[in-house]
């Protein structure tokens, strides 16, 4: 079963024909023979373990999660910079470390691009209001266990939340497209500071930021999002050669797309140029006014 499966995958990601696609997912009797087995091996594992020999114990011991040590920091540099050994002084390191690292592209705004936002006519057309539908929805698809931002509300509490509660925060979202001003809470966002893997964990260059946003900004951006998606054909200004945080764009499919550019050109004698990017950190520069000016240029201005 193994080996039908991998063929009829192998065979799917070369054709994307819509039977092999058929085929494939018909070859999931694999996944329910090993879920099968896995059954059986577990069922036969927990019969086996006596309370006599204290057998019974022993998966417990092994469950257990090793605790997590935090060692004090510093920023290893040609000068010796005393070490961060407190919580609040953690905070301090790497908020400087993170204003150094992750800077906007330019202070100074461009004149042309100033121009350009300035010139947008008013809009008298407002945006539909959405329903309490559309939000019950949203909310019904988060994962329970999602991330609180600053905010502190789970999603798990809003999935609990009373129809009345509900209608309040439709009330709210409904304001803040009706006014188009985000509120500053709904921006703020929890910065957690993730060690990354095989590096020195002393070192403050050895921890990447994520950013966790509030649960209730998220929902309202999946909400206008289906706003966008249904009052606007998102197909002609996003190019087709763009597959990053697409829905049905994967990067197996973006490089099938490169290798059939390059044989194409292999098989018409050309040249085929390419130009490879590397970012190190990933992330060094923000883009302060560029966002805006394209916005303004591709999205109808209902949407802005």
């Not at 879920?35 to 309370?51: D, E, G, M, P, W």
Request: aromatic share 6%.
């Amino acid at each position: 079963m193994v080996a039908i499966k991998r063929r009829a995958k192998s065979k799917w990601q070369i054709t994307h024909a819509p039977d092999d696609r058929r085929l494939y997912n018909a070859s999931n009797k694999l996944n329910v023979a090993l879920h099968t087995l896995r059954n059986a091996s577990f069922i036969a594992y927990v019969s086996s373990l006596k309370r006599d020999d204290n057998s019974i114990w022993k998966p417990l011991k092994s469950r257990k999660k090793p605790r997590t040590t935090f060692p004090p920091i510093r920023k290893n540099s040609t000068t010796p910079v005393p070490w961060a050994k407190r919580d609040s002084e953690k905070v301090k390191l790497f908020v400087n470390h993170l204003a150094e690292v992750i800077t906007p592209y330019g202070n100074t705004v461009d004149p042309e691009v100033e121009r350009e936002l300035t010139s947008q006519n008013q809009h008298s057309e407002n945006l539909q209001a959405l329903t309490l539908c559309e939000l019950k929805q949203v909310i019904k698809r988060l994962h329970p266990l999602k991330a609180s931002g600053s905010d502190l509300i789970p999603a798990q509490m809003l999935q609990q939340m009373p129809p009345e509660g509900l209608q309040t925060l439709l009330y709210v979202f409904n304001a803040i497209t009706r006014l188009e001003y985000w509120p500053v809470s709904l921006k703020r966002a929890k910065i957690i500071m993730i060690p990354k893997l095989g590096k020195n964990p002393t070192d403050v260059t050895s921890y990447r930021p994520i950013s966790l946003l509030p649960v209730t900004s998220k929902i309202l951006e999946r909400l206008l999002l289906k706003r966008i998606y249904k009052d606007t054909h998102h197909q002609a200004w996003v190019p087709l050669h763009q597959f990053g945080f697409r829905k049905a764009h994967s990067t197996k499919q973006q490089c099938h797309r490169l290798t059939d550019v390059i044989n194409k050109a292999f098989d018409d004698q050309l040249y085929c140029s390419g130009r490879l990017l590397g970012c190190q950190p990933s992330v060094r520069q923000i883009m302060a006014s560029e966002p805006p000016a394209k916005n303004q240029t591709t999205l109808p201005p209902i949407i802005l």
